[in-house]
């Protein structure tokens, strides 16, 4: 995190960079002209006069597929607006520049007593990303998405005017910018109120289950139990053994709850050791003979208990690994995940999992959480229901076609797809998915008339253009 003085006064235009892009899954990749403004008035001017005739802003690229890409255009690099700008211990409300990471937050922050309170899978994102994917986590059906906890924000608009936006304040575009995966403008920073929390630990609960309806059997019986809920699915298990899985369920831990010699420093959690992956794994090493033998010995390895765990270690396992993404080698990986509306979801999961099971499309990591009510978010992703979330090797069309025929299913059951882990989806699905489309769109022609912001997903999915 760099702490800066004055902005100093513009400059000329900076040049781009020719630069092939791709997200955390390297699929796909596309060459895109890299700006990496240095100040506010740089940033400005770029949106104002930059030749290119849209732009995007990315920040640590942990989007999946071409959400924070631009081919043949502009692609703006914010990392370096990563302030810290405010924090008030009384209330725990944190303001900040758009790339603050959410590791940043938790270093300075946790050992004062404070945690994000909606935290994806990693904690290598940054604020304005968490804003854009409206993002959620293991306690969505408690406590929501990423919007509960947003009070307000500044976004930079087309025109280069800035806009203070909240639920008071030009609220259409709040709602708008919400889950709209950076095409109504650039956050420049934001409020957000963090969790107060009495240590840096979870009490975990591990619960191994024999298939599905027992899995969902337990998720309905323990929401009101633990703040957090996740479940590894065995995706190659089929019969009757189909869903079998491992429960992860968890709340914080009270400093008088942590095991003695944990007591005298509650707020101080092990780094634990960090493995790297070091350079991109041969395409064959994850394939249905090796995956199949992870899922065996990830369920037998995990049997019923509980425990105190780190809260890196329940949250992030996978930020343990760095380049965790290079084991999928060059043609990469596409994560999928989808959500099924509770009325329909175990039908439309025994569905999913029956598919890819026949499919001998091993994921690698399949996941599936309880979701709550929506935020207002326009095109904002989890709402009531359930989430399942694949890690699935490119394979070139035998995946996609898996990706098809998971698409209908879900349509089939009145579901959706999240776009910040989405790269194949069909436009005409994508509308079906997404009700608010249209009045997203409306909002959007009147601060951004000319499509300044695009990105290859928003033309992908005809976001823009209807």
């Not at 929390?197 to 619960?207: C, H, P, T």
Request: aromatic share 8%; glycine share 8%.
């Amino acid at each position: 995190m760099t702490m800066r003085g004055d902005d100093p006064a513009p400059t000329a235009l900076p040049r781009t960079m020719k630069r092939r892009l791709a997200g955390w899954g390297n699929f796909p990749v596309e060459e895109c002209e890299v700006f990496r403004p240095e100040h506010a008035q740089e940033l400005g001017e770029i949106v104002r006069r930059a030749p290119q005739q849209s732009l995007i802003a990315r920040g640590l690229g942990r989007s999946y597929g071409d959400a924070a890409l631009n081919e043949g255009a502009g692609v703006i690099q914010s990392d370096r607006f990563d302030r810290m700008l405010s924090f008030d211990p009384e209330t725990g409300i944190l303001g900040c520049e758009a790339a603050v990471s959410l590791a940043e937050i938790l270093d300075h922050l946790l050992p004062r007593g404070f945690f994000f309170p909606v935290t994806p899978g990693t904690k290598f994102i940054t604020v304005g990303g968490a804003i854009a994917a409206d993002v959620h986590g293991k306690n969505h059906h408690k406590s929501g998405s990423m919007s509960n906890f947003v009070l307000d924000f500044r976004l930079l608009t087309a025109s280069g005017e800035v806009l203070d936006c909240s639920r008071e304040q030009n609220p259409d575009v709040f709602w708008a910018t919400i889950g709209g995966m950076g095409l109504t403008g650039i956050v420049l920073d934001a409020r957000l109120r963090l969790l107060a929390v009495e240590s840096a630990f979870m009490n975990v609960e591990y619960e191994r289950l024999g298939d599905l309806d027992a899995l969902l059997s337990r998720l309905r019986d323990s929401d009101e139990d633990y703040d957090y809920g996740v479940s590894w699915i065995d995706c190659l298990a089929a019969g009757r053994s189909l869903g079998r899985s491992v429960l992860l369920r968890a709340n914080h831990a009270a400093a008088g709850e942590l095991p003695p010699r944990m007591r005298a420093a509650p707020l101080e959690a092990p780094t634990g050791w960090r493995l790297a992956v070091p350079f991109r794994l041969p395409d064959f090493t994850l394939n249905p003979l090796t995956v199949r033998a992870f899922n065996m010995g990830y369920y037998h390895t995990h049997p019923t208990g509980r425990f105190v765990a780190s809260c890196d270690r329940y949250f992030y396992p996978l930020d343990r690994v760095h380049h965790w993404n290079r084991a999928y080698g060059r043609r990469g990986v596409l994560q999928y995940q989808a959500l099924l509306p509770p009325e329909t979801s175990r039908d439309g999961l025994v569905a999913m999992l029956e598919a890819l099971s026949a499919s001998r499309q091993a994921s690698f990591l399949a996941v599936l959480k309880a979701c709550g009510p929506a935020s207002r978010g326009l095109l904002s992703f989890p709402r009531r229901g359930h989430t399942l979330a694949l890690d699935l090797p490119n394979t070139g069309n035998a995946v996609r076609e898996l990706l098809t025929r998971l698409d209908r299913i879900v349509l089939r059951c009145g579901g959706a797809v999240y776009l910040a882990k989405d790269c194949c989806l069909a436009p005409e699905a994508f509308s079906e998915m997404y009700p608010n489309l249209d009045a997203f769109r409306e909002i959007k022609a009147k601060i951004d008339p000319l499509q300044r912001f695009s990105s290859s997903q928003a033309r992908r999915l005809r976001i823009l253009d209807g």
